[in-house]
Nanobody
Framework: QVQLVESGGGLVQAGGSLRLSCVGSRSIVSPNAMGWYRQAPGQQRELVAAITSGGNTNYADSVKGRFTISRDNAKNTVYLQMNSLKPEDTAVYYC????????????WGQGTQVTVSS
C-alpha cells in the first residue's frame, strides 16, 4: 500500500523554526517531483515549495528566503526546513509526490499541522 508519512509539525513562536519530513513507502517508484503544499482554514491549498529529481527548486514568493526544500532520493524522503516562521504560515502542510508517464501517479500525505503564535 502506498503511503506518504509526514512528521515535524507543531506549535512554534513567531521567528522560530520547524523541519517537516515526508517519507514515501518503498513501493513508490522514485518521483519526478516532490513538493509541499499548505492549506489554511477557509483558503485553497497552495504550493509552498517543490523540487525535481534533478534538484531544481521552486518556492512561493511568501516563503522565499525563509524555507528550504530538499530531498533524499535513496530514502524517498522530502524535507522542508522552515525558518523565521510567521503567524501567516499557520496551516496544514501536505507533502506530494508526482511522477510522469509511463508510470504516472500523484500521491498525497495526510497533512501535518503547523501553528505559529505571535
Amino acid at each position: 500500500q502506498v503511503q506518504l508519512v509526514e512528521s515535524g509539525g507543531g506549535l512554534v513562536q513567531a521567528g522560530g523554526s520547524l523541519r517537516l519530513s515526508c517519507v514515501g513507502s518503498r513501493s513508490i517508484v522514485s518521483p519526478n517531483a516532490m513538493g509541499w503544499y499548505r492549506q489554511a482554514p477557509g483558503q485553497q491549498r497552495e504550493l509552498v515549495a517543490a523540487i525535481t529529481s534533478g534538484g531544481n527548486t521552486n518556492y512561493a514568493d511568501s516563503v522565499k528566503g525563509r524555507f528550504t526544500i530538499s530531498r533524499d532520493n535513496a530514502k524517498n524522503t522530502v524535507y522542508l526546513q522552515m525558518n523565521s516562521l510567521k503567524p501567516e504560515d499557520t496551516a496544514v502542510y501536505y507533502c506530494n509526490f508526482k511522477r510522469s508517464p509511463p508510470i504516472r501517479y500523484d500521491y498525497w500525505g495526510q497533512g501535518t499541522q503547523v501553528t505559529v503564535s505571535s
